[in-house]
């Protein structure tokens, strides 16, 4: 095998290995620049995903609040005979007390031996403005003896 003068075996010439070195050695660090870059143009995406997590966790927390107040309260109206009224007016300080609903309502009614609670509120949210309506329904059945 003929090696020819200046040329490495592979027939590449040794001034091409060297530039092949020196562009493996740039391909690297921008490998390093690149994932920086991209590391700081997603962390705002990722900042946003995760304040969007924790909004909806809070959303997801107002709503269950007010869902067991409204099975409490309509319990409170169909086994344990309080009036509506008194039903209402218990939920309203619950809700107020306990819980960070604002611009509450609560509904208390019911027919054909069903007791409904309708609460609606604002969750709010992180930011001014982020807040949320919400609005949840109960049905409980009433309670009674019937003959055998």
Do not use: N
Not at 68 to 94: C, F, I, K, Q
């Amino acid at each position: 095998m003929r090696v020819p003068t200046g040329d490495r075996p592979g027939g590449r010439p040794a001034l091409q290995e060297r530039s092949d070195a020196v562009r493996a050695r740039r391909s690297d660090d921008d490998v390093g620049a690149s994932t920086s870059l991209a590391v700081a143009a997603l962390s705002p995406v990722f900042v946003a995903l995760a304040f969007a997590a924790f909004q909806a966790a809070l959303w997801s927390h107002a709503r269950t609040e007010a869902r067991v107040v409204a099975r409490d309260t309509a319990a409170l109206v169909a086994r344990s005979g309080v009036g509506p009224a008194e039903a209402r007016a218990s939920a309203l300080a619950v809700l107020a007390a306990d819980t960070s609903l604002t611009d509450i309502t609560v509904g208390v009614g019911g027919s054909d031996g069903v007791v409904v609670v309708t609460i609606d509120a604002e969750a709010p949210g992180i930011l001014r403005g982020t807040s949320r309506r919400l609005s949840v329904t109960v049905a409980v059945p009433v309670e009674q003896l019937t003959p055998p």
